[in-house]
């Protein structure tokens, strides 16, 4: 799964919305913050670091994926405070296109207003989440070790992205 990211509700959200087990890829700092660290990891979050090339991450992504397990990495790599659509980090492609897993675009409208930045409480809000079609990534798949194709994997996901983004907008204007 790979959902835009602009609040820290975003993982419970999606789990909530998914309605079966997720495993989320997250940033490496939140494993060491002392309450937080013990409970993510135990709702079956894995560590990343960012920035890197991260290899255990990457190998348990893989690992994860190839026993049925559903993974959700978040694309753009961090929040975005800002609302926009960042460009993909170049790991979900290497995992896409290794794993052939498929990868299920989400689009989070309005988590930012249930959990705004620098805010440590939740505030009433609406929160839409659709969940898109698996982005087609046949012609791909042999070209795993290009980095044009890794890129393209994210040209293509958060293209999904931003059009499920357009359907929540349009719906609220309906």
């Avoid at 659509?85 to 498929?102: C, D, T």
């Avoid at 079609?133 to 046949?138: G, R």
């Amino acid at each position: 799964m790979a959902p835009n990211h602009i609040s820290y509700s975003d993982p419970p959200t999606v789990g909530a919305a998914v309605g079966r087990r997720v495993r989320f890829m997250a940033k490496w700092e939140l494993f060491q913050i002392p309450v937080l660290g013990p409970i993510i990891r135990h709702v079956g979050a894995f560590p990343v670091k960012q920035a890197t090339a991260d290899r255990a991450a990457l190998k348990r992504a893989m690992e994860l994926l190839s026993t049925g397990e559903v993974v959700c990495i978040f694309p753009e790599g961090t929040r975005n405070l800002t609302g926009e659509l960042l460009k993909a980090e170049l790991g979900m492609g290497l995992i896409a296109l290794k794993s052939r897993a498929p990868v299920v675009p989400i689009a989070l409208v309005g988590t930012n207003d249930l959990l705004p930045a620098h805010s440590a409480f939740l505030k009433f809000s609406r929160v839409r989440v659709l969940i898109g079609e698996p982005v087609p990534l046949d012609d791909l798949y042999e070209r795993s070790s290009e980095r044009e194709a890794l890129e393209e994997v994210g040209v293509r996901v958060m293209a999904a992205i931003a059009d499920l983004k357009d359907q929540a907008v349009e719906a609220e204007r309906a």
